[in-house]
């Protein structure tokens, strides 16, 4: 009997793992999850979506543990993950205006300088950057002459004013017009001012500067400019983020790999019903992630 237990610790042992906070710069830190059986392992870089998001994928008021439960699932696999909380999530703990003094590409350069810090210690294999809804657009610009791999999961294809525009516009049809002239004045560099209340509030000044540093970059042109693997993944369950999407970004990077993952939702999570379930799940931190994202993850990392 005793032998046979230590036959089962040992097996056990074989997929031990760690987590340690790991501090990048002053403004950036996040969770490091390693497998201890794995010498150098592949390592993850995990860019959260929009919003003030942390490590775990959750902001104040929606829990769901989607990219705590994501990187979990990748270490079992022998994939070390690091996971940080974004930009601006330090910033309002800090007590600092988000709106008035961050820029889309402050967290491009959090990126690199995350991907720098990896690279000096050493101590991982490849290392692959995966950036979720907006952080995809984010991880495309920073992967860039810096990963081995890049992995879009959910991200846009089309230039932030184009899915922004068509949003406003199904709700709200009289406004497309205001709207274009907007995001055109926005583009060239001119403050924004509107009529409309509505847009007048999401306009507001303070947030234009991060809109007009968002608005200059084009998913479908960054991602032909990435000379490494890709991995383009999307549910068919995502109401943000259409599959439509992650096939205009497979048709500007035509060798990248395309995975559609049926009943999937925008957090990960398996949706059968309709879209009461899809809602609901957004603020359900026991639901566990989808088991073929992570074995479509781990095949792609591991072929590297």
């Given at each position: 009997m005793k032998k046979i237990i230590v036959l089962l610790l040992f097996a056990f042992s074989g997929n031990a793992q760690s987590t340690s906070d790991v501090k990048i710069t002053d403004i950036i830190e996040g969770t490091l999850f390693t497998p201890n059986s794995v010498e150098k392992p592949s390592l993850v870089i995990l860019i959260a979506g929009?919003?003030?998001?942390?490590?775990?994928?959750?902001q104040v008021g929606v829990h769901n543990n989607s990219l705590k439960y994501l990187a979990e699932g990748l270490v079992k696999e022998g994939i070390a993950v690091f996971s940080f909380d974004k930009r601006v999530v330090a910033m309002m703990k800090a007590g600092i205006n988000p709106e008035k003094e961050l820029r889309f590409s402050h967290q491009i350069d959090d990126v690199r300088d995350v991907i720098k810090h990896f690279k000096n210690q050493n101590l991982h294999g490849k290392i692959i950057v995966a950036g979720h809804s907006e952080g995809s657009l984010i991880g495309m610009v920073a992967s860039r002459d810096n990963a081995d791999a890049f992995i879009s999961l959910a991200g846009a294809g089309r230039k932030i004013d184009k899915i922004i525009t068509e949003q406003i516009t199904r709700q709200m049809p009289s406004t497309e017009s205001e709207l274009l002239q907007a995001f055109e004045s926005l583009a060239e560099g001119n403050e924004v001012t509107v009529e409309n209340q509505v847009l007048a509030s999401?306009?507001?000044?303070?947030?234009?500067?991060?809109?007009?540093?968002?608005v200059d970059l084009d998913p479908q042109q960054e991602i032909r400019k990435l000379n490494i693997p890709v991995l383009i993944i999307n549910g068919t369950k995502d109401y943000q983020v259409p599959t439509s999407e992650a096939e205009l970004l497979k048709a500007a990077k035509p060798e990248a790999k395309l995975h559609l993952i049926?009943?999937?939702?925008?957090?990960?999570?398996?949706?059968?019903?309709?879209?009461?379930?899809?809602?609901?799940?957004?603020?359900?931190?026991?639901?566990?992630?989808?088991?073929?994202l992570i074995q479509v993850m781990t095949n792609f990392i591991k072929k590297l």
């Open positions: 929009s919003g003030a998001t942390n490590r775990s994928g959750n999401f306009f507001r000044p303070d947030l234009q500067p991060f809109l007009k540093s968002w049926t009943n999937m939702n925008h957090l990960f999570k398996e949706i059968k019903g309709d879209d009461a379930e899809n809602l609901q799940s957004y603020n359900n931190p026991n639901l566990p992630v989808m088991p073929e």
